[in-house]
């Protein structure tokens, strides 16, 4: 995606890009365990890639997430303002751009040179602080499952990027997801109760999170026109192990999915595509009857709008019925998603548990997290032993939710509404 | 009786895991009483090159759907997959899209 940017930005194409792009490269190593020296020089190669490309880049660590504010769980209307020294910088990125396209423009093949004494915008890389390390490696071995891993991995990389780009100004981030990647992560998604939000995660725009839109624009193409690509035009690569690099098929629900869609791909060409259309024709629209986006609450983790009555639908009771459980009943709300038969009692049982998990009750910040959450985040925080390696913007900004709750409820009574008394009393 | 072939055998993707992390190979084939093929050439792969995790890569005859073979820069569908002769100086891609990406 980066050739394809860079090609469009280059001034021999017919339609020049008018976008200032950065590339955000996040470090992973240590959710997958890799010693300090793998990663060092895994850091090292992409950032010799990304300096022939010559944007302005940027290179976290995951392990950043430790120190992220509470903001980027937020839904944020304005655009992402630029900080203070940001016209001289912006004065610096330019005059690099223009030498960077002068001398593409002169050969063919983009290889800068960058200006002596012109500093790389990101300095350098120093590795992350041990504690942040350990923090992280301990959240993630708090998963029982490859799958939750998976997720949070998502998770924790889309706040992080959402940060960076808010931090630096940048108003939109391309994501590389090709064709088949997103009729995979479509058909994952379905299978791990994310059905709803199928629009936002695998659609071309995803505007969740108010100012910063994530779009993907390689969606359209398969990853053997990726591949094939890339090997035609020599794009440099560099490859780095995920955490589900080597593992058996049957490890997660994603290995699972992949591996079936691409099995189902070879006798029948014609799958991905058909996933791909269907998915174009998703619409998102807001459940009928509720108001406006911002006033409705938000899942915590992926500020969806939550999708969990606490009246009705079979899947809530499942979700709901295992909080007030003990917690060491294994939670089965899978096989709990009845049919008609289960509604009726349902309904009964429910309303019993939202009285019961009210404003009240201080059993621990667990079914307070977890009634900020959608379905499927609930689903996935269910495999995490305990809350507590979770980094600490995700635990604050969910205490200050409930309490926010919490408060607004017990002042109920003295809220004024607008209401058609105010409007007699303006009157008269 | 087939003469021994020299091909070039080239991993990428993630595939050169399997494989040392090394990704060319400059391979002798032996002469043989059948001429080689993708097939035969698979199973040379199997015993000979393949380090660990045989399932990864394999998948009964042919390769895992999900790993594109590349013949002389060219999608092996075209050439006939499992049944084109190799020919001397060939050169075989190996390109796995599976996981991340």
Not at chain 1, 18 to 35: D, I, Q, T
Not at chain 1, 330 to 357: I, K, V
Not at chain 1, 401 to 411: D, M, N, P
Not at chain 2, 59 to 85: C, F, H, K, M, T
Request: aromatic share 6%; net charge negative.
């Amino acid at each position: 995606m980066l050739w394809q940017v860079l090609e469009g930005l280059s001034r021999n194409s017919a339609k020049q890009l008018r976008f200032l792009p950065g590339v955000v490269y996040v470090e992973e190593g240590a959710a997958c365990g890799r010693s300090p020296e793998d990663r060092a020089e895994t850091l090292a190669e992409v950032q010799a890639t990304l300096h022939s490309a010559g944007l302005p880049w940027h290179s976290v660590a995951l392990e950043e997430v430790f120190g992220l504010p509470p903001s980027v769980l937020r839904h944020l209307s304005q655009e992402p303002a630029a900080g203070d020294g940001a016209y001289k910088e912006a004065v610096n990125g330019f005059i690099q751009r223009q030498q960077v396209l002068g001398t593409q423009g002169a050969s063919d093949s983009p290889s800068p040179v960058l200006r002596e004494g012109q500093p790389s915008p990101q300095g350098p890389v120093r590795p992350p602080p041990a504690a942040q390390t350990e923090a992280l490696v301990r959240l993630f071995s708090s998963v029982r499952t490859l799958t939750a891993k998976e997720e949070l991995l998502q998770t924790l990389r889309t706040h992080l990027l959402l940060h960076v780009a808010r931090t630096h100004g940048y108003s939109k981030v391309m994501m590389g997801d090709s064709c088949t990647r997103l009729a995979i992560k479509l058909l994952t998604n379905l299978a791990l109760g994310r059905g709803a939000f199928l629009a936002w995660d695998t659609g071309f725009s995803d505007e969740r999170h108010g100012d910063v839109v994530v779009v993907r624009p390689m969606r359209e193409h398969t990853l053997k026109e990726v591949a094939f690509y890339n090997r035609l035009f020599t794009v440099p690569t560099v490859l780095t192990p995920t955490i589900s690099t080597k593992a058996p098929e049957k490890a997660s629900i994603h290995r699972l999915m992949e591996a079936f869609v691409l099995q189902l791909q070879a006798q029948f060409p014609s799958t991905v595509s058909t996933v791909y259309r269907t998915s174009e024709k998703l619409v998102k629209a807001p459940r009928a009857g509720q108001a406006p986006s911002h006033s409705s609450p938000h899942c915590l983790l992926c500020l969806c709008t939550l999708d969990v009555d606490c009246a009705d639908s079979a899947t809530a009771f499942g979700a709901q019925a295992t909080l007030v459980l003990p917690q060491r009943q294994p939670p089965n709300p899978q096989a709990e998603m009845p049919t008609a038969p289960g509604g009726p009692p349902a309904l009964g049982r429910d309303q019993s548990c939202c009285r019961e998990t009210g404003p009240s009750q201080r059993e621990g910040p667990r079914p307070h997290v977890l009634e900020q959450l959608c379905y499927g985040c609930r689903v996935n925080m269910k495999d995490l032993s305990s809350l507590d390696p979770l980094p600490p913007y995700i635990l604050s900004e969910a205490q200050l939710r409930s309490h926010r709750a919490q408060v607004t409820q017990e002042i109920q009574e003295f809220l004024i509404e607008d209401s058609e008394e105010e409007l007699e009393t303006g009157l008269s | 009786m087939a003469a021994p072939l020299s091909v070039e055998v080239e991993f990428g993707g993630g595939a050169e895991l399997l494989f040392d992390g090394v990704k060319k190979h400059q391979v002798t084939l032996p002469g043989q009483e059948a001429p080689w093929d993708i097939r035969s050439l698979l199973v040379w792969i199997k015993k000979n090159l393949l380090r660990e995790r045989p399932d990864l890569f394999i998948q009964g005859d042919s390769v895992r759907p999900g790993i594109l073979v590349l013949i002389n820069d060219a999608d092996w569908e075209l050439l006939g997959e499992l049944d084109y002769q190799l020919q001397d100086q060939d050169s075989v891609l190996f390109i796995s899209t599976l996981h991340g990406g």
